[in-house]
Structures are given as C-alpha cells and as structure tokens.
C-alpha cells in the first residue's frame, strides 16, 4: 500500500525554526517528484517547495526562499523540509504530495498520492 506520512510540525516561536519529514512506504522515492503544499483556514492550498529525485532539481515558492530547503534521504526513503526564520504567516497544514512524472509542478492536481499533513503553527 503507498503512503506518505508526514511529521516534523508543532508550535514556534516567530523566528524559529521546524524540520518536516515526509516518509514513503510501499515504494521507493525514485524518478517521481515530490512536492510539500500548505492550506492555511480559509485559503486555498499553494505549492511551497519540490523536489525532483531523477536529477534532484529543486523549487521554492517566493515567499520562502532563502528561509526553506528540500532534501531527500535515499536510505530512509524520506523527503525534509527545513524551515528557518518562521513567520506567523506560515501558520498552516502542511502536506507532503508525490507525482508520477519527475518533474515539479504547483499544480495540487497533478499530484497523485497526499500524505494527512501535519500543523504547523508559528505564534509567540
């Protein structure tokens, strides 16, 4: 059975800091691309950042690059997202996606598999 669990979220301080992990079970990480999105109440769900593990090529949203970065532990079957300097803005439900085709999309429906998210919320 595919799926993705997520897990990493939790309460912070503005400023700090959150590591996101999204694990893959029932395949292996190989030749898709691998996106984490955010929903925030009320709004629609936006593409934050992707990975792509043919070439390992990566995308940020502009509202966190220089803050966030993608990365992929082959051994662990695992995708992370780093997030430095949160802001109360990035308050939201993350979600970990997974699509065929390597190739990054911002698409929310051109992802195939969506793990259940996980909270992050940055407040003082």
């Known amino acids: 059975q595919l799926q993705l669990v997520e897990s990493g979220g939790g309460l912070v301080q503005p400023g700090g800091s959150l590591r996101l992990s999204c694990a893959a079970s029932g395949f292996t990480l190989d030749y898709y691309a691998i996106g984490w999105f955010r929903q925030a109440p009320g709004k629609e769900r936006e593409g934050v950042s992707c990975?792509?593990?043919?070439?390992?090529?990566?995308r940020y949203a502009d509202f966190v690059k220089g803050r966030f970065t993608i990365s992929r532990d082959n051994g662990k079957n695992t995708v992370y997202l780093q997030m430095n300097s949160l802001k109360p803005e990035d308050t939201a439900v993350y979600y970990c996606?997974?699509?065929?085709?390597?190739?990054?999309?911002?698409?929310?429906?051109?992802?195939?598999?969506w793990g259940q998210g996980t909270q992050v919320t940055v407040s003082s």
């Open positions: 990975i792509s593990t043919s070439d390992g090529s990566t």
């Open positions: 996606a997974v699509r065929g085709p390597p190739v990054c999309s911002w698409s929310r429906y051109g992802y195939d598999y």
